[in-house]
């Protein structure tokens, strides 16, 4: 699997962006998505989690509120909407793929649970 993630960009606070990571393959119904988030000078964080079938979602409780993530299997993408964003959610943001099971699902937030990785996107959210 091959994740080809964008949508980043450079915005004031209160603003929104959508995060999209496009999968290649035909097997991405079958994977767990995530987003996490890596700052300059911190260690990357779990932001949010969609199971394979978009039935359940997981959040950092920084974000609950704020951002959504979706998947369309039938595209191959899944998404991270972002609303009321505050700079201390300026961070390059990965999306990443993982076969996390209904028995594992309290090992969303884990980088170690996911297999691949997209190569990153930029949000920068200025005060």
């Known amino acids: 699997v091959q994740l080809q993630a964008c949508g980043g960009g450079l915005l004031q606070a209160g603003g929104s962006l959508r995060l999209s990571c496009v999968a290649s393959g035909r097997t991405f119904s079958s994977y767990a998505m995530g987003w996490f988030r890596q700052a300059p000078g911190k260690e990357r964080e779990f932001v949010a989690a969609?199971?394979?079938?978009?039935?359940?979602?997981y959040y950092v409780d920084s974000v609950k509120g704020r951002f959504t993530i979706s998947r369309d299997n039938a595209k191959n993408t899944v998404y991270l909407q972002m609303n009321s964003l505050k700079p201390e959610d300026t961070a390059v943001y990965y999306c990443?793929?993982?076969?996390?099971?209904?028995?594992?699902?309290?090992?969303?937030?884990?980088?170690?649970?996911?297999?691949?990785w997209g190569q990153g996107t930029q949000v920068t959210v200025s005060s």
């Open positions: 990443a793929a993982g076969r996390i099971g209904a028995q594992d699902r309290g090992t969303y937030f884990l980088p170690q649970r996911y297999n691949y």
């Open positions: 969609i199971s394979w079938s978009g039935g359940s979602t």
